[in-house]
């Protein structure tokens, strides 16, 4: 089975910048990032395919956020730009079933532990 570590997480200022980095053990396929803001249900927030070529991203990211990976190091990262106290949250690396980005949990089979992303307004 996939074991992922994410890393990268902290305390920024809006409008900072924040790279998450996830280094991964194992076969993946697709990979993504989630998120679980207090008091709210984990979220969908960018995906990419095994090859890196198709991405995917939830609205409130889209331009700021860049999910990106290396397969040659098995490493996932996300490059969070222009950041936002909302986007406040826990974000989980995760390995998808396929090749083909989604953005369902259920396609995602292996999480992170987690690292805390917060924004100070």
């Known amino acids: 089975q996939v074991q992922l570590v994410e890393s990268g997480g902290g305390l920024v200022q809006a409008g900072g910048s924040l790279r998450l980095v996830c280094a991964a053990s194992?076969?993946?396929?697709?990979m993504g990032w989630f998120r679980q803001a207090p008091g709210k249900e984990r979220e969908f927030v960018a995906a990419?395919?095994?090859?890196?070529?198709?991405?995917y991203y939830v609205d409130s990211v889209k331009g700021r956020f860049t999910i990106s990976r290396d397969n040659a190091k098995n490493t996932v990262y996300l490059q969070m730009n222009s950041l936002k106290p909302e986007d406040t949250a826990v974000y989980y690396c995760?390995?998808?079933?396929?090749?083909?980005?989604?953005?369902?949990?259920?396609?995602?089979?292996?999480w992170g532990q987690g690292t805390q992303v917060t924004v100070s307004s």
């Open positions: 995760a390995a998808g079933r396929s090749g083909i980005v989604s953005r369902r949990m259920a396609d995602f089979h292996s």
């Open positions: 194992g076969r993946t396929f697709s």
């Open positions: 990419v395919s095994w090859g890196g070529d198709s991405t």
